[in-house]
């Protein structure tokens, strides 16, 4: 299983960007896809999570600025990053937490993976 994530760049402050996250590989099933950045200096943080029942959720610093969706025919998660901030430059990681299949014994196991990043600058 490997997340593919693109979409980054550098865009001006109040301009726009959309990442995009593909899962190739088999899974039994997707729980959810997230988007994570880290700017500098600091933690890892989540911006925002879709599972696949119920509602999305956001980071404080993006509600209403960013959206994400997800596309499961492609197992492709979207971030739609609008009215962009300089303290929105990070780099951004996808994640996804889905459940592996072992048919031959009939278990389900929950495991966790990370894209590679893409940076995402936003300057003037």
């Known amino acids: 299983v490997q997340l593919q994530a693109s979409g980054g760049g550098l865009a001006q402050p109040g301009g726009s960007r959309r990442l995009s996250c593909a899962l190739s590989?088999?899974?039994?099933?997707?729980?959810?896809m997230s988007w994570y950045r880290q700017a500098p200096g600091n933690q890892r943080e989540l911006v925002a999570t879709?599972?696949?029942?119920?509602?999305?959720n956001y980071a404080d610093s993006v509600k209403g600025r960013f959206t994400i969706s997800r596309d499961n025919a492609k197992n492709t998660v979207y971030l739609q990053m609008n009215s962009l901030e300089p303290e929105d430059t990070a780099v951004y990681y996808c994640?996804?937490?889905?459940?592996?299949?072992?048919?031959?014994?009939?278990?389900?196991?929950?495991?966790?993976?990370w894209g590679q990043g893409t940076q995402v600058t936003v300057s003037s």
């Open positions: 590989g088999t899974v039994f099933s997707i729980n959810s």
């Open positions: 994640h996804a937490n889905v459940d592996l299949m072992t048919w031959a014994t009939m278990t389900l196991e929950r495991k966790e993976y």
């Open positions: 879709i599972p696949s029942g119920g509602s999305t």
